[in-house]
């Protein structure tokens, strides 16, 4: 029998950043560069974070040198591990430094990152249904469980799994398009100028798009999970109907007002 399913939201899985303790801010690593003013070893508090949790230079993030951090997006991790892993306690209150924490909250990221394809994956391919509502399932289940479980998971050998069937998710959605679609998978595209191309269908899993010119382009039924789009000009561009895109990809390219997106993405910001 099919297991008892639960849907996920999608509302589940964007950051609510008043319900998280600043684990992003803490946790991640940064390095000077284009993204971020400062260098900052993992586990090491952002110098602009507050004793609230709060970023001090929020509203101005891109102009104050730090607009990587406008780009991340944790899936809802943050406030799962601050809120349901470890009950509303938060770093500062943790004997080891919130080690244990910041290890939990990059494992519930990856999971919640899988929840987020999956739950496209049910809606784009009804004859995995059985299959993908149980990798759903399990894939929550995981993301609820306790921060022992959590370090001791094997997390990488659980998203080779449910990259399976995301493959074969994806193959059943890109067969249906014509002409033949185009395997560019892992393509090196940095730069490419690829202007109102017809790109229907493409397989562009994990390909380097970084400041490709896509302009118009029609990505329609491409598979753009793990592309790289730093920077890619998508003004114009066809997206409403790409697979497996997210909104940390769209936060790091350059769109505008003729840009069509998935239901489930928001128009950043700074495109206006």
């Given at each position: ?5 639960r ?7 964007r ?11 803490v ?16 586990g090491?508090p ?17 102009d104050g ?21 470890y009950?509303g306690?938060?770093?500062r ?13 990059a ?9 987020w394809?999956?739950?496209?994956a ?6 995995l ?7 759903l ?10 921060p ?13 799994r ?7 998710t994806s193959?059943l ?7 033949t679609p ?8 940095m730069?490419?100028?690829l202007?109102g191309?017809?790109?229907?269908g ?5 390909a ?6 896509l302009?118009?382009a ?11 789009l730093?920077?890619?000009?998508v ?28 239901n489930?993405?928001?128009r950043?910001t700074?495109?206006?």
């Open positions: 029998m099919p297991p008892s399913h849907p996920v939201r999608r509302l589940d899985l950051a609510d950043c008043a319900q998280c303790a600043g684990l992003c801010c946790a991640l690593a940064l390095t000077a560069s284009a993204d971020f003013a400062i260098d900052k070893p993992a090491e952002c110098p602009n974070l507050k004793h609230d949790f709060r970023c001090g230079i929020h509203a101005r993030l891109r040198g730090f607009p990587g951090c406008t780009v991340y997006d944790c899936f809802g991790a943050g406030q799962k591990v601050t809120q349901v892993t009950g306690r938060d770093w209150q943790a004997a080891d430094s919130g080690a244990q924490m910041f290890e939990v909250f494992v519930v990221r990856l999971l919640h990152e899988l929840l394809y999956l739950t496209e049910v809606e784009l391919a009804p004859s249904d059985d299959a993908l509502r149980r990798a399932d399990d894939t929550e289940q995981l993301a609820l469980g306790s022992e479980s959590l370090t001791a998971l094997d997390v990488l050998a659980h998203r080779s449910i990259n399976d069937l995301l493959l074969r193959e959605v890109r067969a249906g398009v014509s002409p185009i395997n560019r998978r892992g393509a090196d595209l730069g490419a100028d202007r191309a017809d790109l229907r493409t397989d562009f899993r994990s380097y798009l970084i400041g490709a010119d302009r118009g029609d990505l329609t039924y491409a598979d753009l999970i793990g592309t790289d730093r920077d890619a000009d003004r114009g561009t066809h997206l409403a109907r790409s697979i497996f895109l997210t909104q940390m990809q769209i936060n790091a390219t350059h769109g505008d007002a003729a840009t069509t997106l998935p489930r993405l928001a950043p700074h495109w206006s």
